[in-house]
């Protein structure tokens, strides 16, 4: 499984951003395909994950409310759609699948990982 992340930039506190995972290559649609981010200095923060086959999306608490995800079967893309960005927003996302059936919280169980995309918030 490959994994392209795009739609980073820099933006200004209260704008909203999509963010886009393109996967190719061979999965299976039981997976559990997921976003992280990562802060200058911090560890590898889980945002949110969603089932390819069921939709069915679990999210941070410190995301829940502002953070969308979910996929487009046909383009084979997942998305993240972040509204009223934060300073504290700043960070390199990065998506991640795992070759499981269940979500999973902790970036090491997720085998495969796009190579993150820079949001940047000013205040």
């Known amino acids: 499984v490959q994994l392209q992340a795009s739609g980073g930039g820099l933006v200004q506190a209260g704008d909203s951003l999509r963010l886009s995972c393109a996967v190719s290559?061979?999965?299976?649609?039981?997976?559990?395909f997921a976003w992280f981010r990562q802060a200058p200095g911090e560890e590898r923060e889980f945002v949110g994950t969603i089932n390819w086959s069921r939709g069915s999306t679990l999210y941070s608490d410190s995301v829940k409310g502002r953070f969308t995800i979910s996929r487009d079967n046909a383009k084979n893309t997942m998305y993240l759609q972040i509204n009223s960005l934060k300073p504290e927003d700043t960070a390199v996302y990065y998506c991640?699948?795992?070759?499981?059936?269940?979500?999973?919280?902790?970036?090491?169980?997720?085998?495969?990982w796009g190579q993150g995309t820079l949001v940047t918030v000013s205040s």
């Open positions: 991640a699948v795992r070759s499981a059936m269940f979500e999973s919280t902790k970036p090491y169980d997720y085998g495969y």
């Open positions: 290559g061979r999965f299976v649609s039981s997976y559990a």
